[in-house]
């Protein structure tokens, strides 16, 4: 793998580039579609091409459970068996160590947990998340993190950033597949030194990119920036960052300008099967009566075969009958919406203007879209 970066804004800490894989390359600031169990629900892989999406994230924590690293592996590896060309980032489990909690349990060598599928115990250590994701064959795999809820006390955050450590460690010893990049995970919940000596420690290691974890996950919005802008002023200039978990336009926005690479988030592909539209006006919850005889397309101007054919009420019908067609046409576009804004995100970092498409999102979360 291989990371240039093209451009600088600068009035921020927001750079454009690209990253370079054995599937091709990723022009960034990008954002992933998650394709947790190898598909991004409601779409063919061609059609999230056609979007224009460069790289997708698949589980590896779903993926180990069902169908099993050894099918994939038959099958040529994980770009084979789901139909995707592009690269891949598989991510470790980490997130559902946190998510899973009351089915998970952390020791010192790894997780102990049950399976979601049918309760059957397993027991992941660092070395075997490795393996398991050189299987897949994924471009980017990361290292099994510890990820601590919001609120933790301190000495829980301690020991979720030291053992996320000590696993980052096993993780780098462990892997061998030269056309696969690992990427190092920082923790550090909402405390910031503890994001600093997380930064530095990981960074220490030489990963040729770095996740950053255990945001967003109820922390204000401000503390979340503040640990985020002291782990990425550590972080070295010429290798990807990636925030885990993140998809809303303002959260995204502000972590690109200080100087953010990669995003993944459910949240586009989520809300489209509530019925719930992103636009630049904000959410549309299609479920409101008052699109009911709405005939304008979900948003003008927008590329996406939802607003070029069919209009707000045919597809609030579809969802309220439960059409799959509504689950569809909605994904389709939110992830355009998505896609569209990392564009802007490209075009505003090369022309020196990032400040300035901040302000032209900012309080998107309180905007009505029903005017």
Not at 59 to 66: E, K, Q, S, V, W
Not at 254 to 269: H, I, N
Request: proline share 5%; net charge negative.
């Amino acid at each position: 793998m291989r990371f240039e970066i093209l451009h600088r804004d600068g009035d921020t800490g927001a750079r454009a580039g690209r990253i370079l894989t054995a599937h091709g390359e990723v022009h960034t600031p990008a954002f992933l579609p998650v394709g947790t169990r190898g598909t991004v629900k409601a779409m063919a892989p061609w059609e999230v091409a056609d979007i224009g999406y460069e790289m997708v994230l698949a589980n590896t924590y779903h993926l180990f459970l069902r169908p099993g690293v050894e099918l994939i592996e038959k099958a040529g590896g994980l770009h084979d068996f789901m139909g995707w060309r592009a690269p891949v980032l598989t991510d470790s489990g980490g997130f559902q160590v946190f998510s899973l909690s009351a089915a998970a349990r952390v020791e010192e060598g790894g997780v102990r947990f049950r399976s979601v599928y049918d309760g059957s115990e397993h027991y992941l250590t660092p070395q075997a998340v490795v393996r398991i994701q050189e299987s897949l064959a994924s471009d980017v795999a990361m290292v099994l993190d510890h990820c601590a809820p919001y609120p933790s006390s301190r000495e829980e955050i301690k020991r979720s950033v030291d053992t996320t450590l000590r696993w980052a460690e096993a993780s780098l010893a462990a892997h061998g597949r030269e056309d696969q990049a690992l990427f190092g995970i920082l923790q550090g919940g909402a405390y910031e030194d503890l994001r600093k000596v997380s930064a530095e420690l990981t960074a220490a290691l030489d990963f040729p990119g770095y996740g950053i974890g255990g945001l967003s996950v109820g922390e204000p919005r401000e503390a979340m920036l503040r640990c985020l802008e002291i782990q990425t002023g550590i972080l070295p200039e010429g290798k990807p960052r990636h925030l885990l978990g993140i998809g809303d336009p303002e959260g995204m926005l502000r972590a690109v300008a200080l100087g953010v690479d990669l995003f993944d988030c459910v949240l586009p592909t989520r809300m489209a099967r509530t019925g719930v539209a992103l636009t630049r006006q904000g959410r549309m919850n299609l479920r409101n009566a008052r699109y009911q005889d709405d005939l304008r397309p979900l948003e003008s101007g927008c590329p996406c075969p939802a607003c070029a054919r069919f209009t707000r009420a045919y597809i609030r019908h579809l969802h309220q009958v439960g059409e799959i067609l509504a689950h569809r046409l909605l994904t389709w576009h939110n992830l355009t919406f998505v896609y569209r804004l990392m564009l802007d995100c490209r075009a505003a970092i090369e022309a020196g203007r990032m400040l300035e498409l901040i302000r032209e999102w900012k309080g998107w979360d309180e905007r009505n879209p029903g005017e």
